[in-house]
């Protein structure tokens, strides 16, 4: 299975960014799905996550309301909307799968990485 992160880039406080993850390798409603974030020299967080089997999302408190995940089925792809953004959302944002039906917050549930796409947000 591998995952391709996209659409990081350099914004303002207060815009927007979407995220998409392609997954390839196996059948998209397979694959459960998450996205996590890293700044250098603190560990990888939970961002959010979606199930593949009924997209339920669950999302970490730092963006909650803010930031909402979504899956399109007939493209391989998940998102990642990002409104309201925050300084503090500055970080390497990765793309994961699972063969697990829902998401989980922590990596070791996730088997399956993609390269991280850099966000940055000025303010």
């Known amino acids: 299975v591998q995952l391709q992160a996209s659409g990081g880039g350099l914004v303002q406080a207060g815009e927007s960014l979407r995220l998409s993850c392609v997954v390839s390798?196996?059948?998209?409603?397979?694959?459960?799905t998450a996205w996590f974030r890293q700044v250098p020299g603190k560990e990888r967080e939970f961002v959010g996550g979606?199930?593949?089997?009924?997209?339920?999302?669950g999302y970490a408190d730092s963006v909650k309301g803010r930031f909402t995940i979504s899956r399109d089925n007939a493209k391989n792809t998940m998102y990642l909307q990002m409104n309201s953004l925050k300084p503090e959302d500055t970080a390497v944002y990765y793309c994961?799968?699972?063969?697990?039906?829902?998401?989980?917050?922590?990596?070791?549930?996730?088997?399956?990485w993609g390269r991280g796409t850099q966000v940055t947000v000025s303010s």
């Open positions: 979606i199930s593949r089997v009924n997209s339920a999302t």
């Open positions: 994961a799968g699972t063969s697990g039906s829902y998401y989980n917050s922590r990596q070791t549930y996730y088997a399956y």
């Open positions: 390798g196996r059948t998209f409603s397979d694959v459960g």
